[in-house]
């Protein structure tokens, strides 16, 4: 167990619906990260917030959007969803966010869209 | 822009032995991170090993070692004594300046007892 929290675990919505993914980090951590896992693509960046406010941006599509909230948790939305969204969406934490910070991982939200 | 390259699909391995799974980086950054995880069947991602590119010394975590070669730009993985519950995708992962941390496609490791 790494201590990072995602809730839901699973998701099974429709095209064009939007969901909201949870992440609480570990104890200690003000680095929250995102990433996306699909068969084709691989695993992919999405977005990195750090105390709030956000540090760096990979490959998140504008129809996206994570926050970052005081208490520190994170929540990565999806809005206006299609079938190539499903995927693997994990997240990560880490104490300082620096670039050799080791980033601890969430066990998962697993997201179909049928 | 960083790339990692892993270039064994997958790999089979006997109970007990050793298994070295291939690294290859690219980075232009004076300084970097390079990371090892493990993801089983079940889904989560599981830290396994970190090394830092001005680490002097290879970096090692009970079965798990570290080859890094910087000039060659390689971080090879070692897993001493195979267990069965090591058979999972192993993923090769570099940060560096722009704080991404890039994955490599991943390794299928199959453990036979």
């Known amino acids: 167990d790494s201590g990072v929290t995602q809730t839901p675990k699973h998701l099974i919505t429709a095209t064009g619906q939007r969901v909201t993914l949870r992440c609480s980090p570990r104890?200690?951590?003000?680095?929250v990260y995102w990433y996306q896992q699909s068969l084709d693509q691989g695993l992919q960046f999405l977005i990195q917030y750090y105390n709030g406010e956000e540090r760096a941006k990979g490959n998140i599509l504008e129809r996206f959007s994570a926050q970052q909230f005081p208490d520190l948790h994170s929540e990565l939305n999806l809005s206006s969803l299609e079938l190539g969204d499903s995927a693997l969406y994990f997240c990560a934490s880490s104490p300082s966010g620096g670039a050799l910070d080791t980033q601890y991982f969430g066990p998962g939200t697993r997201l179909t869209v049928l | 822009a960083q790339k990692i390259t892993q270039t064994q699909p997958g790999m089979f391995v006997q109970e007990k032995e050793a298994v070295t799974l291939d690294c290859t980086y690219d980075?232009?950054?004076?300084?970097?991170?390079l990371f090892w995880y493990k993801q089983p069947s079940s889904g989560e991602m599981i830290f396994l090993i970190y090394?830092?590119?001005?680490?002097?010394q290879n970096a090692t975590e009970g079965r798990y070692s570290l080859n890094f070669q910087k000039a060659r730009k390689s971080a090879n993985l070692v897993i001493s004594a195979s267990q069965l519950g090591d058979s999972a995708m192993y993923f090769c992962?570099?940060?560096?300046?722009?704080?991404?941390?890039?994955f490599g496609a991943g390794t299928t490791v199959t453990v036979r007892a």
């Open positions: 992962a570099m940060r560096g300046d722009d704080y991404k941390l890039s």
């Open positions: 104890s200690g951590d003000l680095s």
């Open positions: 980075t232009s950054d004076p300084s970097y991170g």
């Open positions: 090394q830092g590119s001005y680490d002097q």
